[in-house]
């Protein structure tokens, strides 16, 4: 084996340490795609122009929460039944608006989605 086959042989493990690296920090940690991440990737595409606009959202502080109703001030009343993301963006292409609303589950996880003015193209938790 010549040197630069062991060189390459030796560092083979360290170049796919670096490309999950890469795809955790372009992509989000796909062990985490079950709403623990604390924001999201969002990308929606414009009806008008065309354009592809990203959206972080910070789940922490973006999303509403929905109680569920009740009467009482039980433990279950005053935990979150799911939450919603209404959002309005535009893209720099174009003028026109897009609005979309995200459904959650009480674990933040998209269970609905409706967008009016372009379409949702991707989504995925992020840091």
Same mark, same amino acid.
């Given at each position: 084996m010549t040197n630069m086959q062991h060189t390459l042989a030796r560092n083979v493990p360290a170049?796919?340490?670096?490309? $999950?690296?890469?795809k955790h920090t372009f992509l989000g940690d796909p062990n985490r795609a079950n709403g623990n991440c604390p924001a999201m990737l969002i990308k929606v595409q414009c009806g008008r122009c065309g354009e592809i606009i990203s959206v972080r959202v910070d789940k922490a502080s973006d999303l509403l929460a929905e109680y569920p109703d009740?009467?009482? $001030?039980?433990?279950e009343a005053v935990q979150p039944d799911g939450y919603i993301l209404h959002k309005e963006v535009?893209?720099?292409q174009c003028q026109n608006l897009v609005r979309f609303r995200l459904d959650f589950d009480s674990?933040?996880?998209?269970?609905?989605?409706a967008i009016e003015g372009g379409e949702l193209i991707e989504w995925h938790d992020t840091e």
């Open positions: 170049m796919g340490k670096l490309i $999950d690296g890469l009740a009467e009482d $001030d039980s433990e535009v893209g720099r674990k933040r996880r998209i269970t609905k989605q």
